[in-house]
């Protein structure tokens, strides 16, 4: 154990302690051994590896999976985008300088360019304008070197996993009635099926969706219990339900994403309203139900309506995946604040103590509800309204109180610790 779990561990008590050991435990060492309520009791809970478990090992590569279902996670989430030969691979972006050894290779050189992305003009080296082969000759390296320098010793070690890959790494992974499953995540799916281009100025036009349910059904994955598929878009989640899943023959439940809801937009939406798009044709009677229709002014805060969360469960939502800091308000702190006493002062916000409605609605709806991101780092964490920093177990066990099914995490060990440690306390005194 290592002495962050051993701290951590320590402040769960004995209750918990040891089945939190199994699970904080990690590299080779590690028992494949699955936490003790993972199964039968856990109350449809599920813990999320966000990434895999990207706290611990770069992100989006089969070690950071792996890792991922060793300390307990449920699912494993890969974010999908595509290649020149139209391969699903895990990378956040398609552009990869930030996550790969790209820029250090001179072959690729002058595939530099320079791109707009979702609006956003972005120079560097893109998915699209790489053949799988050629992608595997790349390594993965930590995003955030500075936040996770431990991981930094990782970089240059491991390939680029293709979707399928990932998928084999799952059913490879389950045992007896452990079975893991995948959340993976449309990346740009407007800009890979309508805007984008790749550096020979021919349009990608490759639909995720489509890549995607046809993978699963090559690769013989299609348990709707293993599966969930997110977005930040909406468009290509309603064809995935109406269209693309009933033409492969899957039904798996699907999870609309939601950006930040003080200004942020469905980039689907700016582009169809943008190019005149029949967006009736489109999203059905989702504009009827948001408030003034779909227009250019259509933001994800015009999600959060009980008639919208109503229509989304009972066209193609299961779920939905709402910014944890749009569920739980935060203001700035000022000075930021040293939790961890380590000298550098990086905790910077507090909770005001408004939960936003829109958790209510999605539950009554019968929605489920998955925040992102939970982080251990100090700079991610906040304070509770009175003041009293949080660690990420206690912002985990927060949420699961607060009704959430789960949540994706960047360090799974401590999700799974907080599930343990929720249902613990919840476990009236006859079952001890
Ligand atoms: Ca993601
Ligand atoms: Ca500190």
Redesign the pocket.
Known sequence: MSLRCTKLAWTLGAVALLAFGAACAQGPAVTDRPARHHDDDNHGLIVIG??GASGYRPEHTIESYRLAIRQGADFI???LVATKDGVLVAR?ENEISGTTDVADHPEFANRKTTKTIDGVALTGWFTEDFTLAEIKTLRAKERIPDVRPQNTRYDGLYQIPTFAEVIQLAKRESRGNRKIGI?P?T?HPTYFAKEGRRIDGSPIATSLGAKLAETLVAQGFTDPKRIYI?SFEVENLIELKKKLMPMAGLSIPLVQ?YDDIDGAKPYDIVYNVAHGADLAAIYGGLAEKIEGGIGPDTGYGSFVTQPVLNWMKANYASGIGPWKVNLLPRIALDPKVDANGDGNAELGTRNTGIVHPMLGRALKAGLQVHP??LRAEESFLTQTPNGVSQTALAEAVQLYSMGVQGF?IDQPDVGVAAREIFLDLNRQARDR
């Open positions: 966000h990434r989430e890969p974010d956040h959340y995540e990346k997110q994403l992102y991101t994706f």
